[in-house]
């Protein structure tokens, strides 16, 4: 079997797969998250709460902003930063989802994300290939068009 330890895909499992609540319920509650600063569960903050969590829309997950650190987390980096690395509960974020998930839908989830990625990878070469013959198209002759080529890349 393949390593199945691509982080860009086990980001994708845990953060469609998994809520704040579920990765720590006594620490999170998304509701209270959603309506008020809160301590940055990721560095030193105790005094005045640093952080705030937001839906993003376009993953449709809830995140966490730290201003202070000016960056944003979800439940990977969680799992990743503090479960497995500062707790070292787990030996890695692949080993908590295992755990968590079990193996055969941590296989089955892990083949459709690498799908995805494949779809997603020829799609894109289809749209280059259809760019680059509209551009060929457009031109009377071949130095024009590698010319156009060459300038557009810039
Ligand atoms: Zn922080």
Redesign the pocket.
């Known amino acids: 079997m393949a390593m199945r330890d691509d982080p860009k895909i086990l980001r994708e499992i845990a953060e469609q797969n998994f809520s704040w609540e579920d990765v720590n319920p006594k620490r999170f509650n998304t509701n209270v998250m959603l309506n008020s600063n809160m301590f ?1 569960p ?2 030193e ?1 105790h005094s005045t709460p ?2 705030k969590a937001f839906l993003d829309d376009e993953k449709d997950i809830i995140i966490i902003w ?1 201003f ?2 000016q ?1 944003r987390f979800s439940v990977y980096d969680y799992i990743n930063l503090i479960i497995v690395r500062q707790w070292q509960k787990f030996s890695s974020v692949q080993d908590y989802l295992i755990n968590r998930l079990g193996e055969e839908k941590f296989n089955e989830l892990y083949t459709l994300a690498e799908q995805d990625i494949a779809l997603g990878n020829e799609a894109l070469m289809e749209q280059t290939i259809e760019y680059i013959d509209n551009l060929y198209n457009e031109h009377d002759n071949v130095i024009d068009f590698i010319n156009c080529l060459y300038l557009e890349k810039e």
Do not use: I, K, L
Request: overall charge neutral.
């Open positions: 940055c990721f560095h903050n640093a952080a730290c202070t650190e960056r």
